[in-house]
Structures are given as structure tokens and as C-alpha cells.
């Protein structure tokens, strides 16, 4: 059955909901969304949360991805400050995810750290609460055991291109499918970045309730 259409104007789902306390993980689908499922992640952060957002990475996720761009950053951290931690190893950059999230300083806390285990991503569930501060966890792979509360898988969609100018590129889009959660059902959601309010909403005409076989797209 076809899930029904909701509006552009329609809340995003509780699973898109703001993330306040705990710990998710997004995987990327593939070696080129690695820039989408970041900007996602930023994205879950609470937006009356005005403390600063954290990114910690290894010298060689930099160098296979770069830095994140100043000004597209900041629009998606909503003005937020941005810290950049950066590890000589997994291990140096899941201590400081991990200590960060503890500090209680920062309203979010990312890790590009794929080889975290269920134990230290137990550690991480736990800082979070002790900080009352949210973590994402980027990985580039997925069926590792987790802590995670909700695991996400990430890809870049084709915009619609701009109403008022045809030859200009539209928001940024992206699917993201709950692969797995502790009490929400899985579900795919299209969405795109507001212009004016620089958060994610759900896409207009692809925008369903999410609820259908996981890995296929309401627009099919």
C-alpha cells in the first residue's frame, strides 16, 4: 500500500524529532554521502540548545574527507561554534567524543569513529546522560554491535533544482532510513534543508509518514 502524502508544512516524524540526550549513529550508503550524513547529524541538535557542537576525527578521516565548509557548517549548527578534535587514532578520537559528551559543554557531539564496539559505545550512551548532551557516531559501514538508541543510514537524493531560477541548484536532499531503533518502526524519510530556517523538513511530494519495506522509496 502507498503511503499517504503529507504536506510540506507537516512536523517531521519522532524519530527526526531533535535529538536531546543519548546516542545514534549514521552510516553512510555510499563513499560520496559522507558530506549529506554530516550534515544531517548537525542537523539533530536541539535548536533551542545554543551550547556549541563537537566533531571528532582522525588526521585520516581529514584527509579522505577534509574539513567541514565554514559557512554551510555553521548555517546547519544554527550559528552554533564548532570545535574540531582531531585524533592521531580511532582510539584518541573516541576518547574525546567521550569526554566531550561527559563535560556537558556542547549541545552535540560528533565521532567518525567506525571501529567503536558495544562496550565504548556504552561509554558513550552513558556520558551523554551525564552530560545531558546528544552524540552521533559517523560510520562508514554498518552491523556492528551498538548501544546506539536509533541507527541511521544516509543518502544523497538529486534536488529539485530552484523555483525561481531553473539553471540554480536546489536545497540539499537526503533520505534517511531508520534501520534501527529501541522503540520507534523502521521507515524512510526524503528531506531537505529550509533556506530560511536552515533545518531539515520533509521534501514536498515525497514527504510520507516513513512507515513501509525498508531500503525502497515512497516516491516508487
Known sequence: MTPSIEPLSS?????LTDLSTGLEETCVAGPRDMATTLAFALARARQEDRRGVGLAVTRAWLKEHGRPYGPGRRSLCGGRDLILMIGRTQAEALWAM???LRSGGLALVLGA?????????R????????????????RTRTGDLSAARRRWRVASVASEGDAD????????RLSAELTRSRGERPGLWMLEVDDETHRLRLADR??????GPVGRSHAA
Open 206 to 211: 515525497l514527504a510520507g509518514h516513513g512507515h
Open 11 to 15: 512536523p517531521v516524524p519522532p524519530p
Open 98 to 100: 567521550e569526554q566531550a
Open 123 to 138: 561509554r558513550l550512551e552513558f556520558a551523554a546522560r551525564d552530560g545531558g548532551s546528544a552524540g552521533v557516531l559517523l
Open 113 to 121: 569513529v567506525d571501529g567503536a564496539d558495544l562496550t565504548q559505545t
Open 165 to 172: 531560477d531553473v539553471r540554480a541548484p536546489g536545497p540539499l
